[in-house]
């Protein structure tokens, strides 16, 4: 049986959480079908990264070229390709980050082997994968099975599995670089850094964070003065960040803060899980919604289930008595 | 510019209640509203953006059900020159990439520049259809797209990763160019518009038109179920003015006012 890959992400010659994630994962499937997990690093100056990969691994196989120095899905494709249709394992495992979005979709049609994303799970039942993602807006999963094959790829949410150390003394071999596409067809140019604003909501220790659930721009002034009648800074989710109703620097979630305040309190945040991520470490989390199923709801200490816009006053009136 | 948007007509299920049909292994869209998934309004306007720039024509493309053309129709009011439905019905049970594969046929032998998508379908959410897309037509792609500067043959793109870090990159055209929500401010569209693409002609390719070799999915859905719950909040009851004292005490007594 062939073994388990994990294909390593890196940014800034660090390793991204995601992959220590994934080799979790791996190992498990590697128990359990009694083969190895072998990571897959491709990278330039890999030294420290490949040091701080042996313990999680049984195996490193490494490129080292500055053609891997950044993410470039051209590259990191056809010399992923190459190896994985060598290696023929089991199962390709990969993180579902902006890395592995790119990667796995392309990697799974390049070799035609059964795939499928964003899974929240995956193990081995009868030799054949079986998956769990999650579907709808987070209010439901499924559980999905493959066409066999001989060989499987899957890429892992980020965030969805605990890592875990490992125990294993990875034997390192050197690769040669695979022959690379033509590099005119996409190009890595530079990092842009996050936007910074005036008010850094990583610093503050109440959080007033508004979504969807606000309707309309000319309603963000009521949430404004809630956080400003509790001590709290104003920040929001997604949807209000694309329609330019707060500044990006406010947005909570994956692609924008973690945060880890005392108090998060969501209004009209239905709770995707790329929002989930960025706040669910903050000690106390209350949330205001209609909507009884939001997964906000679970994730949160204390809900409120009504129209926000009847709760807000209400609940500005309790609090300014209760400070008295 | 010859620009292709693919697009999909998705249950809005983010403020609603969800539930699994007698199959268990599909929803029960009785209950439920449809509309453009989300990240293909962004899709759509940055093409009519690009239109507007540089000119030329755009093709928008769903594989979906019958009703896929109501989203079409917007499409075409927005700004779209011709529309094509890829009939769902004349192919089983799709997954992300037989979805692909079928646009795939769809679009192998039509000029493009470019083929816009969103990044992700909220129903399904798959984040495989573009990508693979691109695979099939061995041209290169990019996902997570929040800025695109086009010029000549070459696009500058700022793609979106973790934390709020973009990466600059540039690509060759023809690409696919899988957008992120935020990119633009997609437009509404007029009445007159309105009026006017309910005329116009939806064309349909069923399993006559295209039939693409080796057309299969990967996976299956077995079965659909309601997460399991590990924490649930403690939800106050009451009418407002009860839930807003109760709410404050608790504040109170955790030493956050």
């Given at each position: 049986m062939g073994d388990i890959l994990a294909l390593v992400e890196h940014r800034r010659g660090e390793i991204r959480d995601a992959t220590f994630e994934v080799m979790t994962c791996g190992r498990k499937l590697a128990d359990q079908t009694g083969s190895r997990l072998t990571a897959v690093l491709l990278g330039s100056d890999t030294d420290a990264m490949v040091t701080s990969l042996k313990r999680h691994a049984h195996r490193i196989l490494v490129v080292d070229d500055p053609a891997f120095k950044d993410f470039n899905n051209e590259f990191y494709r056809a010399a992923l390709a190459d190896i994985v249709a060598r290696e023929q394992p089991l199962m390709t495992l990969v993180g579902h980050t902006a890395y592995g979005i790119e990667v796995a979709s392309a990697l799974g049609a390049e070799l035609d082997v059964p795939f499928t994303t964003d899974c929240i799970s995956v193990e081995m039942a009868d030799d054949r994968p079986v998956a769990v993602r999650q579907v709808y807006d987070g209010k439901l999963n499924e559980r999905v099975s493959f066409r066999e094959a001989p060989s499987y790829l899957v890429s892992l949410r980020a965030g969805a599995t605990a890592a875990e150390e490992g125990d294993a003394d990875g034997e390192v071999v050197a690769l040669e670089t695979p022959p690379l596409p033509d590099?005119?067809?996409l190009k890595f140019l530079d990092y842009i850094e996050a936007v910074t604003g005036d008010?850094?909501?990583?610093?503050?220790d109440i959080v007033v964070s508004v979504g969807r659930?606000?309707?309309?721009?000319?309603?963000?002034p009521l949430v404004e003065e809630f956080a400003g009648a509790i001590g709290g800074v104003l920040a929001c989710s997604r949807p209000v960040a694309d329609a330019e109703w707060?500044?990006?620097?406010r947005l909570v979630g994956s692609s924008g803060k973690t945060i880890k305040p005392k108090l998060y309190i969501a209004i009209g945040i239905s709770g995707s899980f790329q929002h989930l991520t960025g706040m669910?470490?903050?000690d106390t989390i209350i949330a205001i919604n209609k909507?009884?199923?939001?997964?906000?709801f679970n994730e949160a200490d204390y809900g409120i289930v009504d129209d926000l816009f009847k709760v807000l006053p209400a609940l500005k009136n309790s609090i300014a008595e209760m400070k008295q | 510019m010859n620009i292709i948007v693919l697009m999909k007509r998705v249950p809005q299920t983010a403020e609603a209640e969800v539930r699994v049909d007698s199959?268990?292994?599909?929803?029960?869209?009785?209950?439920l509203t449809f509309d453009t998934n989300e990240f293909d309004t962004y899709a759509l306007e940055e093409a009519v953006l690009l239109k507007e720039k540089h000119g030329g024509t755009i093709t928008a493309f769903s594989v979906g059900p019958p009703d896929s053309q109501d989203t079409l129709r917007v499409a075409l009011a927005k700004g779209a020159d011709e529309a094509v439905r890829?009939?769902?019905?004349?192919?089983g049970d799709l997954d992300g990439y037989k979805t692909a594969q079928l646009l795939h046929a769809a679009v192998k032998d039509i000029p493009y520049d470019i083929i816009f998508a969103g990044?992700?379908?909220?129903?399904?959410?798959?984040?495989q259809v573009g990508v693979v897309l691109a695979r099939l037509l061995g041209i290169p792609h990019a996902t997570l797209v929040s800025r695109i500067e086009a010029d000549g043959d070459k696009a500058d793109l700022f793609k979106e990763v973790e934390g709020g870090l973009q990466e600059h990159i540039q690509i060759t055209l023809p690409a696919l160019i899988a957008v992120q929500t935020g990119i633009n401010v997609p437009r509404y569209a007029s009445l007159i518009a309105i009026r006017k693409a309910a005329k116009k002609e939806i064309r349909t390719l069923g399993r006559e038109e295209i039939s693409p070799e080796g057309?299969?999915?990967?996976t299956q859905v077995e079965e659909l179920f309601i997460p399991p719950v590990t924490k649930r909040a403690e939800i106050l009851e009451g009418d407002v003015e009860e839930v807003s004292a109760k709410m404050a005490a608790i504040l109170k007594e955790k030493g956050l006012l």
């Amino acid at each position: 049986m062939g073994d388990i890959l994990a294909l390593v992400e890196h940014r800034r010659g660090e390793i991204r959480d995601a992959t220590f994630e994934v080799m979790t994962c791996g190992r498990k499937l590697a128990d359990q079908t009694g083969s190895r997990l072998t990571a897959v690093l491709l990278g330039s100056d890999t030294d420290a990264m490949v040091t701080s990969l042996k313990r999680h691994a049984h195996r490193i196989l490494v490129v080292d070229d500055p053609a891997f120095k950044d993410f470039n899905n051209e590259f990191y494709r056809a010399a992923l390709a190459d190896i994985v249709a060598r290696e023929q394992p089991l199962m390709t495992l990969v993180g579902h980050t902006a890395y592995g979005i790119e990667v796995a979709s392309a990697l799974g049609a390049e070799l035609d082997v059964p795939f499928t994303t964003d899974c929240i799970s995956v193990e081995m039942a009868d030799d054949r994968p079986v998956a769990v993602r999650q579907v709808y807006d987070g209010k439901l999963n499924e559980r999905v099975s493959f066409r066999e094959a001989p060989s499987y790829l899957v890429s892992l949410r980020a965030g969805a599995t605990a890592a875990e150390e490992g125990d294993a003394d990875g034997e390192v071999v050197a690769l040669e670089t695979p022959p690379l596409p033509d590099p005119a067809h996409l190009k890595f140019l530079d990092y842009i850094e996050a936007v910074t604003g005036d008010v850094d909501i990583t610093k503050a220790d109440i959080v007033v964070s508004v979504g969807r659930g606000i309707k309309e721009e000319k309603n963000i002034p009521l949430v404004e003065e809630f956080a400003g009648a509790i001590g709290g800074v104003l920040a929001c989710s997604r949807p209000v960040a694309d329609a330019e109703w707060l500044p990006k620097d406010r947005l909570v979630g994956s692609s924008g803060k973690t945060i880890k305040p005392k108090l998060y309190i969501a209004i009209g945040i239905s709770g995707s899980f790329q929002h989930l991520t960025g706040m669910k470490n903050s000690d106390t989390i209350i949330a205001i919604n209609k909507d009884p199923e939001a997964p906000i709801f679970n994730e949160a200490d204390y809900g409120i289930v009504d129209d926000l816009f009847k709760v807000l006053p209400a609940l500005k009136n309790s609090i300014a008595e209760m400070k008295q | 510019m010859n620009i292709i948007v693919l697009m999909k007509r998705v249950p809005q299920t983010a403020e609603a209640e969800v539930r699994v049909d007698s199959s268990g292994k599909r929803i029960d869209r009785e209950h439920l509203t449809f509309d453009t998934n989300e990240f293909d309004t962004y899709a759509l306007e940055e093409a009519v953006l690009l239109k507007e720039k540089h000119g030329g024509t755009i093709t928008a493309f769903s594989v979906g059900p019958p009703d896929s053309q109501d989203t079409l129709r917007v499409a075409l009011a927005k700004g779209a020159d011709e529309a094509v439905r890829i009939k769902a019905e004349d192919f089983g049970d799709l997954d992300g990439y037989k979805t692909a594969q079928l646009l795939h046929a769809a679009v192998k032998d039509i000029p493009y520049d470019i083929i816009f998508a969103g990044t992700m379908a909220s129903d399904d959410s798959y984040y495989q259809v573009g990508v693979v897309l691109a695979r099939l037509l061995g041209i290169p792609h990019a996902t997570l797209v929040s800025r695109i500067e086009a010029d000549g043959d070459k696009a500058d793109l700022f793609k979106e990763v973790e934390g709020g870090l973009q990466e600059h990159i540039q690509i060759t055209l023809p690409a696919l160019i899988a957008v992120q929500t935020g990119i633009n401010v997609p437009r509404y569209a007029s009445l007159i518009a309105i009026r006017k693409a309910a005329k116009k002609e939806i064309r349909t390719l069923g399993r006559e038109e295209i039939s693409p070799e080796g057309l299969r999915a990967n996976t299956q859905v077995e079965e659909l179920f309601i997460p399991p719950v590990t924490k649930r909040a403690e939800i106050l009851e009451g009418d407002v003015e009860e839930v807003s004292a109760k709410m404050a005490a608790i504040l109170k007594e955790k030493g956050l006012l």
